[in-house]
């Protein structure tokens, strides 16, 4: 049976908030997508009426609130374009677009990787769980690129293990803030959960997970410079926190740092919407026959565009931008 709708009034000292906060202070136990999730749903009526999270409540509104329980997450295919990199029995790279998750979690049921792979192929990969069929390493909601998965459990138990001994090689290209001071290095900081926002990492525990990150400068414009990245360990945004704590954050990447709106020379640019971070390679050993397969990622058109449209802004050459990051292009 459904629960009973809660009943709540705005006091005027709460007049002005926005709906999603004024709920979310008289849920607690519901976290604030939950609730987010449940106005988009329409359960929630404000004055009878559905509304948006960002209304601002007015003093005597009346809030009737459904507070039902998330359904249980389940991996379900799903009728959505793949970009097939390369597949053989054994493995599939996929060219992961920013936005997509790699599998279900809080607030995203469904639209992921996984429900994609689920609708193309017949079998993957059970070794990573129900929700997780085929996955074997992940790669941030907001970065692009590509991704290996495990069409069998064999295979899925001889990447996992490339990965652990860290001989499978991921390149990344990112354009980040500043100008680092060198043309290439190494970034040895530990990776930790941040304690007070938990949705971010941290490099300032020592208690954090060994890291590290290679690095070599691919192009450099008037306050921002293009780089590509050698994930020597895998952790939880490794390559933004990591670029962050140089003070350099990557393009985009408010979460550590970027502005929403970068400058470039006299003008404001747009917001980019995502994190400029592409996987642009993954090198590995073929499960089944070992022989060595090597895959590129092309940039992404949107990222393309916007390094385009940054160096036209500080009057920099832009087909010779292009010409640096030729092979990723």
């Not at 970034?187 to 060994?210: C, H, K, S």
């Not at 640019?269 to 089944?288: D, V």
Request: with cysteine.
């Amino acid at each position: 049976m459904p629960p009973t709708p809660q009943h709540f009034q705005v006091a005027p000292a709460d007049a002005g908030q926005r709906l999603d906060r004024f709920l979310a202070a008289r849920l607690p136990e519901l976290s604030r997508t939950r609730i987010q999730e449940l106005i988009a749903e329409g359960h929630v009526r404000v004055g009878g009426a559905s509304a948006k999270a960002s209304h601002r409540v007015a003093a005597g509104e009346r809030m009737d609130v459904e507070a039902l329980p998330r359904p249980p997450l389940a991996a379900a295919p799903e009728e959505i374009p793949l970009e097939i990199l390369y597949e053989d029995d054994d493995v599939v790279v996929v060219n992961k677009p920013a936005g997509m998750a790699v599998h279900a979690g809080a607030g995203t049921p469904r639209g992921t990787l996984v429900n994609a792979l689920l609708h193309r192929y017949a079998q993957l990969s059970g070794a990573g769980g129900a929700l997780r069929p085929g996955i074997v390493h992940r790669l941030d909601k907001q970065t692009s690129g590509a991704i290996v998965v495990a069409r069998n459990d064999r295979a899925h138990r001889i990447l996992a293990e490339q990965f652990r001994s860290r001989t499978i090689s991921k390149t990344y290209v990112a354009l980040v803030h500043g100008s680092p001071a060198k043309d290439s290095g190494v970034i040895r900081l530990p990776v930790a959960r941040d304690p007070r926002r938990r949705t971010r990492m941290t490099t300032r525990r020592r208690e954090g997970r060994e890291a590290h990150t290679g690095w070599r400068v691919l192009a450099r414009l008037d306050g921002f410079t293009v780089v590509e990245a050698d994930l020597r360990t895998g952790r939880t945004h490794q390559i933004r926190v990591h670029f962050s704590a140089l003070g350099h954050p990557v393009v985009g990447d408010t979460l550590y740092g970027a502005p929403l709106h970068p400058r470039a020379g006299k003008q404001t640019l747009p917001a980019l919407g995502r994190n400029f971070l592409h996987a642009a390679r993954i090198c590995f050993e073929q499960p089944g026959n070992h022989t060595p397969v090597d895959v590129a990622a092309p940039l992404p058109a949107d990222l393309r565009e916007y390094l385009r449209r940054v160096a036209k802004a500080l009057g920099k050459d832009v087909d010779a931008i292009d010409a640096a990051l030729r092979k990723f292009l």
